[in-house]
Each structure stands twice: as structure tokens, then as C-alpha cells.
């Protein structure tokens, strides 16, 4: 069974980077058809999706973040990163890892990570 | 971007009661739409992609509809682990966007 585990930096000072991993055991992050997300949740607020990387590599970030993201994938390790630059107030979230599903194009995010929660804090 | 507008933010039901939230797009979407339930300090769990399949797992009293702007999730007769709340996310286009969700809370 597919599992998803984030883990990295929980506490992180203003203006600084942000690294996050999440690791893949019970399968594949090369297997075609899927793609792998970073999605964040704030405290109290909806859902925000960060970007995404294709098992091909190809990798889309959300235009309001992409400046200071960037997302990248170690297949030797079966793992996917995302690192956050500059991190303000607003970027304390809990930070989840997900698969998309985008064999059938509706990029559904079908299984989770348990996610983990940021502080940005001096 | 495409905006999804939820609604209700939140409700109150009792279990056996028939649910329906409901996800208007800023513009038309076809049925690229998927719907998750969340539960308090846990992660958001597929429910329906493709605006009305249901994802494999999901007990059938779960079901969506819609197309173009207009999208339902309806929950037919609530059970107690249904107390969560619901989200839609659109894919036709990025940003993947998600609604603010709606909180299905205990009468």
C-alpha cells in the first residue's frame, strides 16, 4: 500500500528557507500516470496547492507562490522535496504531500500524506 | 484563476439526514471537479473525482453531480464518522484551486 511521509524543517525563522521531504515507500514515484504534490493548509483555512512534479519530471508551481518555491525529485531515494524561500508569518501551515492521479485527467489527489506542521518564528 | 465558492460554510444535521453541499465555479469547468473530506488534525481524504465517480472505498451514500459551473456533493443518510468537512478542488485548470470548505457539525 502506497505511502506518503513529509518530514523537515518545523521551525523556521523569518526570511529563511523552508525544506520539506516527503518520502515514498510502497511504490513508485517513477510509476506513469501519477504526479506528486505539495498542497499547505494555515491554521484555520482552506487547502492551497503549492506545485506539482510529473514521474517525467516536468513540474508546475502555483503562480502565486512560484518566485519562492521550488520543488524537486531524488528517484534514487524514492523521494520528492519542496523548499520555501523568504518564509513569512503567512507561510506557517501544515504542509501535506499527496499523490495526483492524473491517468484519467481529473488530477485527483488520491492518497496523503499525514502532513507536517510549519512555524515561522524568530 | 478559477475561484470555487462553497456553500454552506458549515451545517447542522443529525445522523440519518440527507446532505447536500453544493461548489459554484467562477467559469465553466466541465466535471473536472474532486471532492474530500477532512477531519480535524488529519490529512483530506478522496471522496469523488470527476465530479460523480466515486473513488474506490467510499461508501455509496456518498455521491456527486454537476457540470460546467454548478457541483453537489450529497451525503445520504449521515453516519456518525461523516461529521467532517468537505472540500471541492477543480483540475481543468492551474492553479489547482480548492473551495473553503463546508463543516458538517452534530445537531
Known amino acids: 500500500q502506497l505511502q506518503l511521509q513529509a518530514s523537515g524543517s518545523g521551525l523556521v525563522k523569518p526570511s529563511q528557507t523552508l525544506s520539506l521531504t516527503c518520502a515514498v515507500s510502497g511504490g513508485s514515484i517513477s510509476s506513469g500516470g501519477y504526479s506528486w504534490t505539495w498542497i499547505r493548509q494555515p491554521p484555520g483555512k482552506g487547502l492551497e496547492w503549492i506545485g506539482y512534479v510529473f514521474h517525467s519530471g516536468s513540474i508546475y508551481y502555483n503562480s502565486s507562490l512560484k518566485s519562492r518555491v521550488t520543488i524537486s525529485v531524488d528517484r534514487s531515494k524514492n523521494q520528492f522535496s519542496l523548499e520555501v524561500s523568504s518564509v513569512t508569518a503567512a507561510d506557517a501551515a501544515v504542509y501535506y504531500c499527496?499523490?495526483?492521479?492524473?491517468?484519467?485527467?481529473?488530477?485527483?489527489?488520491?492518497?496523503w500524506g499525514k502532513g507536517t506542521t510549519v512555524t515561522v518564528s524568530s | 484563476d478559477i475561484q470555487m465558492t462553497q456553500s454552506p460554510t458549515s451545517l447542522s444535521a443529525s445522523v440519518g439526514d440527507r446532505v447536500t453541499i453544493t461548489c459554484r465555479a467562477s467559469q465553466r469547468i466541465s466535471n473536472y471537479v474532486n471532492w474530500y473530506q477532512q477531519k480535524p488534525g488529519k490529512a483530506p481524504k478522496l471522496l469523488i473525482y470527476?465530479?460523480?465517480s466515486l473513488q474506490s472505498g467510499v461508501p455509496s451514500r456518498f455521491s456527486g453531480n454537476g457540470s460546467g459551473t454548478d457541483f453537489s456533493l450529497t451525503i445520504t443518510s449521515l453516519q456518525p464518522e461523516d461529521f467532517a468537512s468537505y472540500t471541492c478542488?477543480?483540475?481543468?485548470?492551474?492553479?489547482?484551486?480548492f473551495g473553503g470548505g463546508t463543516k458538517v457539525e452534530i445537531k
Open positions: 470527476g465530479a460523480s
Open positions: 499527496a499523490r495526483i492521479r492524473t491517468s484519467n485527467f481529473y488530477y485527483s489527489m488520491d492518497v
Open positions: 478542488q477543480q483540475s481543468y485548470s492551474n492553479p489547482l484551486t
